[in-house]
């Protein structure tokens, strides 16, 4: 009996346009192998999405029926179903009714699996530990067999997340990235008929390197872009999600992060409107000369998605300079960089990949000088990390990396990913502290964020004013004081607080989050009048869902040294359970508490190394049971060096980064130093 005779028996192949394909040769694949993954969303008699593994020469399959979920805590019901052949891992389309499983099918997310040791042996034990490298879907990964009960047929499963860096519980992954990952289109329009986005969704067959996509459209085909669709007045933005790294890969353009103010430019017949991010009109107040360039493009109509910065004498895009530019109605040192081209001349380019619309921008500026008021935003098909690195040294803002073969897509996803230099992000105003120098200025200003309809408090920010800047938020605030705290719970320390409405919103520079999400070393550069306050929530790095380490390692990179180089430091030491978490409020795991030490090194060395420590130590988390210890113990790792002190009594101390890594792998949360050192232990120095 064939491993497909069951998925054979339930498909009129006269009707479906589904493939019949052949097992492949059991021979030639070892169990423990992995290959090919592929998520289908399945709108049939319910919206499901299908699990297919390659294994044992076809695809293992499993409904699971409300969808893959980031989320650790979420489990989700999996139903394994009949095994189906490799050449299904492309199959796209309609399923026509009266057959099985009618409906629509789409290639939700596809990539290649591994598993956690012997494949076979964890389905027959009924427990599949894997890793997935997809486009949407990353890490580690468990399906567990339930139990049966009385009566039933199928076997059911559990498919759940592990806690890894890219788990994610504020994303629902299924609504932020809804389309096929093979057409570019969602399932109401595969449904439709409507031909595929992309030429890269042409293919036939499987493969796991899908073809790099064609960009047709050049300098010489722009005159050939003529049409009849009318121009939208506004078009939703395409939003970037926050990553600590950029992701590597071919399909990926790397652009400067400008710091300025979001811009959509509409161009009908020499008519020119400025929309903010929201759609607010801000033509007149970006004056005349943006208008003015916009409107001398060679063509009858544009919508274009780009930023407008003030830059000062370095080159670089300041968010300070285009706020001073504005209140003091210097528009003239406004600069609009365009990136992107969404509607030419009767043409939707929003459906095309992004190549073949940055080409089109490119043809449409080619007689635009760009070192004037309008400037094409130029890509760069280098390595992202090397980009950022560079970036970083010229003090640029950060990097946004784009899938170069993804349409215009509004919303916030993972088609466009941004990594930032340094951290900065909006937040709502929620009171002042009046300036203790002057009775019309602020000193400083208290933060929040909501997070699931809360306000939330975030610290506060006390620095980046001027006399004038202090004088005007003051001003502003005055209006909307009120006697109640905004913020879901009270604000530490409320003494001299004056609470206002959270209406007005900041944008602030700040060195890192706390463990109870709070702003250390604040910086305050402006206010953000583009984006409204009930919008603001804390922005935390999401998991690099499209980067190409996918299981965890103790090899970490430390930033550029002054010479621009980038050093990497490696541990000898084994991490055993590298994704337990020990900060459950941030997520926060050991490797990541490995990543930190590796980074910080340098600075760190001179203090620790050849010094007695005491360890404060939480094995299963801060939550869990903690202990201090000031001696060693048996079984510690060599890293972990001992000498005994004048009472007998083993003290502990390192020499190296392995040794820091060793007291990481005990589940060390602090690490207390003595002033003195190894060598005189009677004797402090600090």
Same mark, same amino acid.
């Given at each position: 009996?064939?491993?497909?005779?069951?998925?054979?028996?339930?498909?009129?192949?006269?009707?479906?346009?589904?493939?019949?394909?052949?097992?492949?040769?059991?021979?030639?694949?070892?169990?423990?192998?992995?290959?090919?993954?592929?998520?289908?969303?399945?709108?049939?008699?319910?919206?499901?999405?299908?699990?297919?593994?390659?294994?044992?020469?076809?695809?293992?399959? !499993?409904?699971?029926?409300?969808?893959?979920?980031?989320?650790?805590?979420?489990?989700?019901?999996?139903?394994?179903?009949?095994?189906?052949?490799?050449?299904?891992?492309?199959?796209? #389309?309609?399923?026509?009714?009266?057959?099985?499983?009618?409906?629509?099918?789409?290639?939700?997310?596809?990539?290649?699996?591994? %598993?956690?040791?012997?494949?076979?042996?964890?389905?027959?034990?009924?427990?599949?530990?894997?890793?997935?490298?997809?486009?949407?879907?990353?890490?580690? !990964?468990?399906?567990?067999?339930?139990? %049966?009960?009385?009566?039933?047929?199928?076997?059911?499963?559990?498919?759940?997340?592990?806690?890894?860096?890219?788990?994610?519980?504020?994303?629902?992954?299924?609504?932020?990235?809804?389309?096929?990952?093979?057409?570019?289109?969602?399932?109401?329009?595969?449904?439709?008929?409507?031909?595929?986005?992309?030429?890269?969704?042409?293919?036939?067959?499987?493969?796991?390197?899908?073809?790099?996509?064609?960009?047709?459209?050049?300098?010489?085909?722009?005159?050939?872009?003529?049409?009849?669709?009318?121009?939208?007045?506004?078009?939703?933005?395409?939003?970037?999600?926050?990553?600590?790294?950029? @992701?590597?890969?071919?399909? !990926?353009?790397?652009?400067?992060?400008?710091?300025?103010?979001?811009?959509?430019?509409?161009?009908?017949?020499?008519?020119?409107?400025?929309?903010?991010?929201?759609?607010?009109?801000?033509?007149?107040?970006?004056?005349?000369?943006?208008?003015?360039?916009?409107?001398?493009?060679?063509?009858?109509?544009?919508?274009?998605?780009?930023?407008?910065?003030?830059? #000062?004498?370095?080159?670089?895009?300041?968010?300070?300079?285009?706020?001073?530019?504005?209140?003091?109605?210097?528009?003239?040192?406004?600069?609009?960089?365009?990136?992107?081209?969404?509607?030419?001349?009767?043409?939707?380019?929003?459906?095309? %990949?992004?190549?073949? *619309?940055?080409?089109?921008?490119?043809?449409?500026?080619?007689?635009?000088?760009?070192?004037?008021?309008?400037?094409?935003?130029?890509?760069?098909?280098?390595?992202?990390?090397?980009?950022?690195?560079?970036?970083?040294?010229?003090?640029?803002?950060?990097?946004?990396?784009?899938?170069?073969?993804?349409?215009?897509?509004?919303?916030?996803?993972?088609?466009?990913?941004?990594?930032?230099?340094?951290?900065?992000?909006?937040?709502?105003?929620?009171?002042?502290?009046?300036?203790?120098?002057?009775?019309?200025?602020?000193?400083?200003?208290?933060?929040?964020?909501?997070?699931?309809?809360?306000?939330?408090?975030?610290?506060?920010?006390? /620095?980046?004013?001027?006399?004038?800047?202090?004088?005007?938020?003051?001003?502003?605030?005055?209006?909307?004081? /009120?006697?109640?705290?905004?913020?879901?719970?009270?604000?530490?320390?409320?003494?001299?607080?004056?609470?206002?409405?959270?209406?007005?919103?900041?944008?602030?520079?700040?060195?890192? !989050?706390?463990?109870? *999400?709070?702003?250390?070393?604040?910086?305050?550069?402006?206010?953000?009048?583009?984006?409204?306050?009930?919008?603001?929530?804390?922005?935390?790095?999401? @998991?690099?869902?499209?980067?190409?380490?996918?299981?965890?390692?103790?090899?970490?990179?430390?930033?550029?040294?002054?010479?621009?180089?980038?050093?990497?430091?490696?541990?000898?030491?084994?991490? /055993?359970?590298?994704?337990?978490?020990?900060?459950?409020?941030?997520?926060?795991?050991?490797?990541?508490?490995?990543?930190?030490?590796?980074?910080?090194?340098?600075?760190?060395?001179?203090?620790?190394?050849?010094?007695?420590?005491?360890?404060?130590?939480?094995?299963?988390?801060?939550?869990?049971?903690?202990?201090?210890?000031?001696?060693?113990?048996?079984?510690?790792? *060599?890293?972990?060096?001992?000498?005994?002190?004048?009472?007998?009594?083993?003290?502990?101390?390192?020499?190296?980064?392995?040794?820091?890594?060793?007291?990481?792998?005990?589940?060390?949360?602090?690490?207390?130093?003595?002033?003195? /050192?190894?060598?005189?232990?009677?004797? @402090?120095?600090?």
């Amino acid at each position: 009996m064939s491993k497909l005779d069951p998925y054979l028996s339930k498909r009129n192949f006269k009707r479906t346009p589904e493939p019949v394909g052949m097992p492949a040769d059991d021979n030639a694949i070892h169990a423990d192998a992995g290959g090919i993954f592929v998520i289908h969303k399945h709108a049939a008699r319910r919206l499901h999405y299908d699990l297919r593994l390659e294994h044992g020469g076809v695809l293992l399959s !499993w409904a699971v029926t409300r969808g893959p979920s980031l989320d650790p805590d979420e489990k989700r019901l999996a139903v394994q179903v009949e095994d189906h052949p490799l050449d299904y891992a492309t199959f796209e #389309g309609n399923i026509p009714k009266g057959g099985y499983g009618a409906g629509t099918a789409i290639v939700w997310d596809q990539g290649t699996w591994l %598993p956690e040791g012997d494949a076979e042996f964890g389905l027959e034990k009924g427990h599949l530990s894997f890793a997935l490298k997809g486009e949407k879907l990353g890490g580690q !990964w468990h399906l567990v067999r339930l139990k %049966p009960r009385i009566g039933e047929k199928r076997m059911n499963w559990l498919l759940m997340k592990v806690k890894d860096r890219f788990a994610r519980s504020d994303l629902d992954v299924l609504k932020a990235e809804p389309n096929s990952v093979q057409s570019g289109l969602p399932i109401e329009e595969v449904a439709r008929g409507v031909p595929p986005r992309s030429a890269a969704a042409t293919t036939t067959k499987t493969t796991r390197n899908p073809p790099r996509p064609a960009h047709p459209v050049t300098a010489a085909a722009l005159d050939q872009i003529k049409g009849s669709e009318p121009l939208p007045a506004f078009v939703s933005p395409c939003l970037a999600t926050l990553q600590t790294k950029p @992701p590597a890969g071919e399909r !990926w353009l790397h652009e400067v992060k400008f710091d300025g103010y979001r811009l959509q430019a509409r161009v009908d017949h020499g008519v020119v409107r400025l929309s903010t991010r929201t759609g607010l009109d801000w033509t007149p107040r970006f004056g005349p000369a943006v208008a003015s360039a916009c409107a001398m493009l060679p063509c009858r109509t544009a919508l274009m998605d780009g930023e407008a910065v003030v830059l #000062g004498d370095d080159g670089v895009a300041s968010f300070s300079a285009l706020q001073n530019a504005l209140s003091e109605n210097r528009t003239d040192a406004i600069v609009y960089y365009a990136f992107d081209l969404l509607h030419l001349d009767g043409v939707d380019l929003t459906p095309r %990949p992004l190549a073949e *619309r940055k080409d089109a921008l490119s043809a449409l500026f080619a007689k635009v000088p760009n070192n004037g008021v309008l400037r094409f935003s130029e890509h760069f098909e280098v390595a992202g990390e090397t980009m950022l690195k560079h970036s970083c040294r010229m003090g640029l803002e950060g990097v946004i990396s784009k899938r170069s073969d993804r349409p215009y897509r509004s919303g916030r996803g993972t088609d466009w990913l941004k990594s930032k230099c340094t951290q900065r992000q909006e937040f709502v105003i929620g009171g002042y502290l009046p300036s203790k120098g002057s009775g019309n200025a602020v000193g400083s200003l208290v933060l929040g964020y909501h997070d699931h309809g809360m306000l939330r408090h975030a610290g506060r920010v006390g /620095t980046g004013f001027t006399a004038r800047t202090a004088a005007d938020l003051k001003a502003r605030l005055a209006p909307i004081t /009120t006697g109640i705290s905004p913020f879901d719970g009270r604000a530490t320390d409320e003494r001299d607080v004056v609470w206002v409405r959270p209406e007005l919103v900041a944008e602030i520079k700040f060195r890192a !989050w706390t463990a109870s *999400r709070t702003l250390r070393h604040a910086s305050f550069l402006g206010l953000r009048e583009d984006k409204p306050a009930s919008e603001i929530g804390a922005e935390l790095p999401a @998991p690099s869902l499209t980067g190409d380490d996918v299981l965890p390692t103790v090899s970490v990179s430390l930033p550029a040294d002054s010479a621009g180089e980038r050093t990497s430091i490696k541990s000898t030491v084994k991490l /055993t359970n590298p994704n337990k978490v020990l900060w459950p409020d941030c997520g926060f795991t050991k490797r990541d508490l490995l990543d930190y030490y590796a980074m910080v090194w340098p600075l760190m060395a001179d203090f620790v190394v050849n010094r007695p420590l005491s360890l404060l130590r939480a094995p299963d988390g801060i939550d869990a049971h903690q202990f201090f210890q000031k001696h060693a113990s048996p079984g510690m790792h *060599r890293a972990v060096l001992t000498q005994k002190d004048r009472n007998g009594d083993d003290l502990m101390f390192i020499r190296d980064f392995d040794g820091l890594a060793a007291l990481v792998q005990l589940g060390t949360v602090e690490i207390h130093l003595w002033g003195s /050192t190894m060598d005189a232990v009677e004797t @402090p120095d600090q």
